[in-house]
């Protein structure tokens, strides 16, 4: 069935990297826009970043740009999410999710979500 | 502050209808973005509810449906259960900010 997994949550200090991972299986993922949505304790959804299916054009909120960068491997149907300079307010559960062939299009697939805890 | 406005709350009894709105700008749903809505259960992922303004995905009842009017958009629940009982985000897409837009969520108790 139509699947997405993240993985590589954890805990990590203020000013540290993390490398989050999703990994999709039941449909053709290079043909789909990814995005990364986040939720954090107790708050409404935050969308972060969205690629496009080649991976040519990319997009990011304001809170991450320039800390965050998004990426996919399409041979290994799995989108990234590669995470710098966090901070505790990136603490968070990020999901990722499937859009469509163009952006403003609905997320209609979400993985569980993992959960980033930055704190020192 | 979210760029689009819900409601934090409402509720209602079983049988009765809701109605939660969603208001953006000249710069999302006004621009003509099509606005879609999640349904959040608690301790569970978002899931589609509607897309494109009124469409339900396969297996949404159709208690649940959605409007677009101008700068707003409008989420109803007919015939309410107890399973309804979630937190609702409407979502579009801002052309100023070349990204996705979500509403701050309304928590749906019935009572």
């Known amino acids: 069935q139509v699947q997405l997994v993240e993985s590589g949550g954890g805990v990590v200090q203020p000013g540290r990297s993390l490398r989050l991972s999703c990994t999709a299986s039941?449909?053709?993922?290079?043909?789909?826009?990814m995005h990364w949505v986040r939720q954090a304790p107790g708050k409404g959804l935050e969308w972060v970043a969205v690629?496009?299916?080649?991976?040519?054009?990319?997009y990011y909120a304001d809170s991450v740009r320039g800390r965050f960068t998004i990426s996919r491997d399409n041979s290994m149907d799995t989108l990234y999410v590669q995470m710098h300079s966090l901070r505790e307010e990136d603490t968070a559960v990020y999901y990722c999710?499937?859009?469509?062939?163009?952006?403003?299009?609905?997320?209609?697939?979400w993985g569980q979500g993992t959960t980033v805890t930055v704190s020192s | 502050q979210s760029v689009l406005t819900q409601p934090p709350s409402v509720s209602g009894a079983p049988g009765q209808r809701v109605t939660i709105s969603c208001t953006g700008s000249?710069?999302?749903?006004?621009?003509?973005?099509?606005v879609h809505w999640y349904q959040q259960l608690p301790g569970t992922a978002p899931k589609l509810l509607i897309y494109d303004n009124r469409n339900r995905p396969s297996g949404v009842p159709d208690r649940f449906s959605g409007s677009k009017s101008g700068t707003s958009a409008s989420l109803a629940i007919t015939g309410l259960q107890a399973e309804d009982e979630a937190d609702y985000y409407c979502?579009?897409?801002?052309?100023?900010?070349?990204?996705?837009?979500f509403g701050g969520g309304t928590k749906l108790t019935v009572l």
């Open positions: 000249s710069s999302n749903i006004g621009a003509g973005y099509d």
């Open positions: 999710a499937r859009g469509g062939v163009v952006v403003p299009a609905p997320k209609d697939v």
């Open positions: 039941g449909f053709t993922f290079s043909t789909y826009t």
């Open positions: 690629i496009s299916y080649d991976g040519s054009n990319k």
């Open positions: 979502q579009s897409y801002d052309t100023s900010l070349s990204g996705s837009v």
